[in-house]
């Protein structure tokens, strides 16, 4: 399956704290690509990481990348309140004409 | 603004009654989906649509059916609805994929209630 499994399921932090997300997947990919949900919302782009990149970042977010043991670690910084939400990884397996395939994700809850 | 619009937002209907519940994109995005969300269960893909005229199944296409006609719209149908489509609906597209690794556009979301 190209479904990225998120772990853990949920997850609980103080504002200020860092929070670490970890994606797991089974197939060769071109690159993968993680999503947040606030609730009830739409999936949002967060960030992509291409196989041939090792760590990516994006203001607060670190993502990191380790095909040869196929799982990806997204990183939230000095977490807020509002980056609660649901996160979800999503690995993308070749050019383009498979979609892609949205797991369980993580749900994380900041606690101010 | 570029954004994926479905309507309605909230729908509340009878078993059996056609619905279509409608999804539209302004940024020529050539590929096109549905998804439907449930508690436990995550997103799973009821149809998507590679480019006009070509539409494929996902995991869940059973008692849905859709139409790409121009590119810009995608919408959903459900000929009659039951009760376990009760469900958070969400619509994405994205651009060409010629070299992956593009990024879906969401849709804020159809919140279906099937009685």
């Known amino acids: 399956s190209q479904q990225g499994e998120e772990d853990p399921q949920a997850l609980s932090i103080q504002e200020g704290e860092n929070a670490t997300m970890n994606c797991s997947y089974k197939?060769?990919?071109?690159?993968l690509q993680w999503y947040r949900q606030n609730s009830g919302r739409g999936l949002v782009h967060l960030i992509l990481?291409?196989?041939?990149?090792r760590e990516k970042h994006s203001g607060r977010l670190r993502v990191t990348l380790d095909t040869s043991k196929k799982s990806s670690s997204l990183l939230i910084t000095a977490s807020r309140a509002a980056d609660t939400a649901s996160y979800f990884c999503?690995?993308?397996?070749?050019?383009?004409?498979?979609?892609?395939?949205f797991g369980k994700g993580t749900r994380l809850s900041v606690i101010a | 603004e570029a954004q994926v619009t479905q309507n309605p937002r909230y729908l509340i209907t009878v078993t059996g009654k056609k619905l279509t519940v409608t999804c539209s994109q302004n940024?020529?995005?050539?590929?096109m989906s549905w998804y439907r969300q449930d508690p436990g269960l995550g997103l799973r893909q009821i149809y998507y649509s590679m480019n006009v005229e070509v539409t494929d199944k996902g995991d869940v296409p059973e008692g849905y059916k859709v139409s790409r006609k121009e590119k810009r719209n995608f919408p959903l149908i459900l000929e009659s609805p039951s009760p376990n489509q009760t469900s958070l609906y969400f619509c994405?597209?994205?651009?060409?994929?010629?070299?992956?690794?593009?990024?879906?556009?969401f849709g804020s979301g159809t919140r279906l209630t099937v009685v």
């Open positions: 197939t060769s990919i071109n690159n």
């Open positions: 940024m020529n995005h050539e590929y």
């Open positions: 999503a690995p993308e397996r070749n050019s383009g004409n498979t979609p892609l395939v």
């Open positions: 994405a597209s994205s651009s060409p994929r010629t070299g992956g690794g593009y990024g879906y556009t």
């Open positions: 990481i291409r196989s041939n990149e």
